[in-house]
């Protein structure tokens, strides 16, 4: 069973923040929280990926409750691009990766 | 970055031949390689991972007489559907993670399987 809950589907202005929310109540301490995005007919592609602390790269930011419980993925300025289904994942090093239903995410013009 | 080349993009074929899908990493090794699943509208679904050199280990449900895998370099992972029939019809995905480095997964761009 996925070790993560999320929102069915969320909506979202372009141009404007976007707060994808992650439950993971289960989490063990080797477990690296992992967010990967999918477009239809595609395969998931990487987005970010945090431990304790909260991440930065040039796609999104990654905040990370101080329990660890629970996480966000923030997308500063959501374009059309962005409309995709997110998928907050737990993985320990290589070890098998089971996802959950994910997050549909759809981006209004 | 890290790229993994999955191949083919789709595959149409008669019900009872078998098709070869083939996952590569282009860039780095990867001793481990996970096969997914994909109906439309619902989630990826493990299936079984691939150990480079060794058995792979298929997921409760999964038959591993029907979808063979072998992992036979570091670079190559590949999966048979074998007497494949319209239920088989799916859109199938490989990942890889770097040996020793990353956690990061890496996917192919996916398959689509459609069995007349």
């Known amino acids: 069973d996925a070790k993560t809950t999320q929102p069915n589907s969320m909506e979202s202005n372009e141009e404007e923040p976007v707060h994808l929310p992650c439950n993971h109540s289960?989490?063990?301490?080797?477990?690296?929280i992992h967010w990967y995005r999918q477009l239809p007919s595609q395969g998931p592609e990487y987005v970010i990926h945090?431990?304790?602390s909260n991440v930065n790269n040039r796609m999104a930011s990654l905040a990370i409750a101080e329990d660890r419980k629970s996480s966000t993925l923030i997308l500063h300025r959501a374009t059309l691009r962005d409309a995709a289904v997110y998928y907050c994942i737990l993985n320990t090093g290589g070890f098998k990766t089971i996802f959950g239903a994910g997050t549909r995410l759809f981006v209004k013009a | 970055g890290a790229v993994v080349s999955q191949h083919p993009s789709w595959v149409i074929c008669k019900s009872g031949t078998s098709v070869k899908i083939e996952c590569r990493s282009l860039?780095?090794?990867?001793?481990?390689m996970f096969w997914y699943r994909q109906f439309p509208k619902q989630s990826l679904m493990l299936m079984a991972t691939?150990?480079?050199?060794?058995?792979?280990?298929?997921e409760q449900g999964v038959e591993k007489d029907k979808f063979l895998i072998n992992h036979a370099s570091l670079t190559l992972s590949t999966l048979t559907v074998t007497s494949a029939h319209p239920e088989d019809s799916s859109f199938y995905i490989c990942?890889?993670?770097?040996?020793?480095?990353?956690?990061?997964?890496?996917f192919g761009s996916g398959t689509q399987l459609s069995v007349l």
């Open positions: 990942s890889a993670s770097e040996t020793g480095g990353s956690e990061k997964l890496f």
């Open positions: 691939s150990n480079e050199g060794s058995k792979a280990t298929y």
């Open positions: 289960t989490i063990s301490g080797t477990d690296y």
């Open positions: 860039d780095f090794q990867a001793t481990t």
């Open positions: 945090g431990l304790t």
